[in-house]
């Protein structure tokens, strides 16, 4: 078999292996939790949802608590986790570094910081959306200030980029300390376990919301695929392509934020998942974009699927932070990446 014919084999396999990861653990997410339903009574409550011939409820209020909790949660992890992944490959791809994750230009710590000023001073003009709002505008807001201050003479360097997210994100750590000090108890709880990251009380209601925005960023990251693929012979190999290279990065950019913001604004911070997953993908199937965004996106759904799972179901009677979780994971992990990305260079000098 030629090495063209194994890579598109191996594509194939690993997109099969991944949807049907994603549908089998959907299923067992479906079923496990403080009321354990069988797969029969999952299936049969989705055949009465459709309409379709069933038997009658088995379980006394397990249509309630699939459709008014587990299945909105489900697919709010599917969601928040597809979209996380394909902002971190297209970050990676728009600062050719593996290291590289959507907190890079601040869209995380400004929406932090958003959620924290509606919290403490009590913002109430949109009800139960002030909150998600106020994350959402604040970090596309911080997103625009990072990429406008690091611009000089028409173009952004990428070193610049960073430094100015460092900054921001400095910034916006102590503006989110010093409101959490203003804040009461109840605030500050709000926010400590904001920051956490959950994805308890998710509903259909925040998924019409979400659903439309990750669809929109994904597609626009799959049309920017072959030209990232371009970004790997560097900026200039680039140019000389006919790349418009600065307005491919402004549009990826907002991309990113608009992908992390909606994913931010309903389920707090959660780390690492734009960082780990496409580089596990890459180290898989190689670099072309396309193929490596497909994965990604399949990838980082049933990773944050799977952490869900376990928040919710690792200790009884509790919902652990699911942030924490991909923290946990990902901290190591990234030790991991740095130490190996660092001897194949041959260290960072």
């Given amino acids: 078999m030629r090495r063209s014919e194994a890579s598109v084999a191996r594509r194939a396999w690993l997109v099969t292996g991944l949807a049907v990861a994603l549908v089998a653990l959907a299923l067992v997410a479906a079923c496990a939790g403080q009321l354990q339903i069988p797969p029969s009574e999952v299936w049969n409550s989705i055949l009465r949802a459709v309409g379709l011939p069933a038997p009658a409820e088995a379980m006394p209020n397990a249509d309630a608590a699939l459709w008014t909790i587990r299945f909105p949660r489900i697919v709010m992890a599917i969601l928040i986790g597809a979209a996380l992944a394909a902002a971190g490959t297209l970050m990676q791809a728009v600062f050719a570094n593996p290291l590289a994750e959507p907190g890079v230009v601040g869209v995380s710590s400004g929406a932090a910081l958003g959620a924290a000023a509606a919290i403490v001073l009590g913002w109430a003009a949109l009800g139960e959306w002030t909150i998600p709002v106020a994350a959402f505008v604040a970090g596309l807001a911080t997103t625009l200030v990072v990429y406008l201050t690091s611009r000089a003479g028409g173009k952004t360097e990428v070193v610049t980029l960073v430094l100015t997210g460092i ?38 209601a925040q998924i019409g919301v979400v659903l439309p925005l990750i669809a929109v960023g994904v597609i626009a990251a799959l049309v920017l695929a072959r030209t990232l693929d371009l970004f ?118």
Avoid: Y
């Avoid at 759904?301 to 509790?318: C, F, I, K, Q, Y």
């Fill in 232 to 349: 790997s012979l560097g900026e200039r190999g680039a140019r000389h392509l006919g790349v418009n290279v600065e307005l491919v990065r402004v549009v990826s950019i907002v991309v990113v934020a608009l992908l992390v913001c909606a994913s931010v604004a309903f389920a707090g911070i959660i780390s690492f998942v734009g960082l780990i997953v496409p580089h596990l993908m890459r180290m898989v199937i190689g670099p072309a974009h396309r193929p490596l965004l497909i994965t990604s996106v399949l990838g980082g759904a049933v990773l944050l699927l799977g952490a869900d799972l376990v928040a919710r179901t690792a200790v009884p009677m509790a919902d652990l932070p699911i942030g924490m979780l991909t923290s946990l994971v990902g901290g190591p992990f990234f030790f991991w990446l740095l130490r190996r990305t660092r001897k194949r260079a041959g260290g960072w000098a």
């Fill in 167 to 204: 900054a921001v994100n400095a910034f916006a750590g102590g503006a989110l300390a010093f409101l959490t000090f203003l804040g009461d108890t109840a605030s500050r709880e709000q926010i400590v376990f904001w920051q956490l990251g959950s994805l308890n009380g998710s509903r259909w």
